[in-house]
């Protein structure tokens, strides 16, 4: 997806369990910087998934970008690993038969980014040394 870019914000972040934490408050002061408040629980949800996807698949440093215009919001979140992510396939509750198959938590992140965001997709680099997953977000 391609912005007519108005401002664009990045940070890079080492791979560890707070990174998260941080790349969810970066999203969340650069939607704030912008008076973008109504995209804020979709952006950071959004912004969570990838960084956590980041840390426990590609387990690498990651770097999130916000950009923006005057219609759209863009996040892109790169990592060192060029295995692209696999959305997990529909499944039923893991414990809607009352079992407790606890091995099936997990997974459904790229649904809630399809879900929350207007699009979204995967760029492999150039070199084949990492890829970028983005996600877009319409500002209404």
């Given at each position: 997806m391609e912005l007519d870019l108005r401002w664009s914000h990045h940070?890079?972040?080492?791979?560890?369990?707070?990174?998260?934490?941080?790349?969810r408050r970066f999203a969340h002061d650069a939607l704030e910087q912008?008076?973008?408040?109504?995209?804020?629980l979709a952006v950071e949800?959004?912004?969570?998934?990838?960084?956590?996807n980041a840390t426990v698949h590609a387990r690498t440093p990651f770097s999130v970008t916000m950009s923006g215009d005057d219609d759209a919001?863009?996040?892109?979140?790169r990592d060192r690993s060029s295995t692209p992510p696999v959305?997990?396939?529909p499944t039923p509750p893991?414990?809607?038969d009352g079992g407790d198959d606890t091995s099936r938590i997990g997974?459904?992140?790229?649904?809630?980014?399809s879900h929350f965001s207007s699009e979204w997709g995967v760029q492999p680099d150039a070199t084949a040394t990492g890829k970028t997953v983005w996600a877009a977000f319409n500002i209404a």
């Open positions: 940070l890079l972040l080492p791979c560890e369990a707070t990174s998260v934490r941080r790349a912008h008076d973008l408040a109504e995209l804020t949800l959004v912004v969570s998934e990838l960084a956590t919001v863009l996040v892109k979140v959305p997990a396939a893991a414990f809607a997974g459904r992140g790229l649904g809630l980014v």
